[in-house]
């Protein structure tokens, strides 16, 4: 062999070596990419939730994330971000990485955005399903003096009805005032508490007159005999609740506009991937599906909710739309009368 031929047979081997180090390292590079998305998740999750503990939110979310770490196979840990800070806020700016995630109520989102200046816009938040549902309440101290409407009215004649509220525009609250507003019973707000919980304790102790909130919130005091409801913000009866009146039985108006019952669902910041999403919903929907979990959300004043990701933009869309059209009414009955 010549030295001509020499040189184009090792420049042949070249190439083909050159060549089979390209598919080499682009073999490696989609394994491993692959792999690490067959990997999520390897390490613990903070769910988020944005009310103190004992409330609603911290309960619904509590009673889920055993379910949904078996089913993640890595632990789901709350974290509450109660107010004064935002936790909403907080979640928003995390990672889209899927290991913060947040445990919000769609009332909730829809409220903020209608009704203060927010840096987050919740339609985009990667929203995965929901899980849960808790009907909305009025409760009076059950060992005070308030133990239907007649009795507010009573009360209203001589001074304001104090309402224990951490928030003037949570959808309970709202419920409450429409409802005083609804029978022109007077009323003015106690506020400074850092959740449902809080406010309930106040009740106890004789420092609000009646506290808007959820069956959720209250299940353990309203099971102990502590809080008694003078209204649930439906028309039909309560399996959960049998003594509570329902809007006719309680003498008001079924044309008052009440917001009911609060949903919450679980969501991933703005910009997950849809890899996680995929993950995330597949061991949301098999926790909703757990016969331990429905058990569960029972005992602490729950009832299963389950609407898929593929729905989730649909049922946040009509809570904004439902707040908006109750806007003006919400923003009359804000301020006492």
Not at 113 to 132: D, H, L, P, Q, S
Not at 170 to 181: E, F, G, M
Request: charged share 20%.
């Amino acid at each position: 062999m010549d030295k001509l031929q020499c040189e184009k047979s090792w420049r042949d081997v070249s190439r083909r070596m050159a060549v089979c180090t390209l598919i080499l390292i682009l073999g490696v590079t989609v394994y491993s990419s692959a792999f690490a998305q067959a990997k999520y998740p390897t390490g613990h999750i903070d769910l988020i939730v944005t009310f103190a503990p004992g409330g609603a939110s911290d309960s619904s979310a509590r009673s889920m994330t055993p379910y949904l770490s078996k089913y993640l196979g890595v632990p789901v840990v709350v974290k509450n971000v109660p107010p004064p800070r935002t936790g909403t806020d907080v979640f928003s700016r995390s990672r889209p990485n899927g290991y913060t995630l947040a445990h919000l109520a769609g009332t909730a989102i829809a409220s903020d955005e209608t009704f203060y200046k927010v840096r987050y816009r919740g339609r985009k938040f990667v929203w995965i399903g929901t899980n849960a549902r808790t009907p909305g309440l009025m409760f009076a101290n059950a060992k005070g003096p308030i133990k239907n409407f007649e009795d507010l009215a009573r009360i209203g004649a001589e001074r304001p009805i104090k309402i224990g509220a951490f928030s003037i525009f949570s959808s309970s609250t709202v419920a409450a005032s429409t409802a005083l507003a609804d029978k022109n019973i007077p009323y003015t707000f106690v506020r400074g508490f850092k959740g449902a919980a809080p406010s309930l304790t106040a009740l106890i102790r004789g420092e609000v007159d009646v506290v808007g909130t959820t069956l959720g919130s209250g299940s353990a005091l309203y099971k102990a005999g502590e809080i008694r409801p003078l209204v649930i913000y439906q028309m039909e009866k309560s399996e959960q609740v049998p003594d509570a009146p329902t809007i006719p039985e309680a003498g008001l108006s079924p044309s008052a506009t009440y917001l009911g019952s609060v949903h919450y669902g679980l969501a991933a910041p703005e910009g997950t991937s849809d890899e996680i999403k995929a993950v995330l919903s597949a061991a949301l929907e098999k926790t909703v599906n757990d016969p331990e979990y429905q058990a569960q959300l029972k005992k602490v004043g729950f009832s299963l909710d389950y609407v898929p990701a593929e729905k989730m933009n649909e049922w946040i869309n009509n809570y904004f739309a439902a707040f908006e059209r109750v806007k003006p009414i919400v923003l009359k009955h804000a301020k006492p009368k």
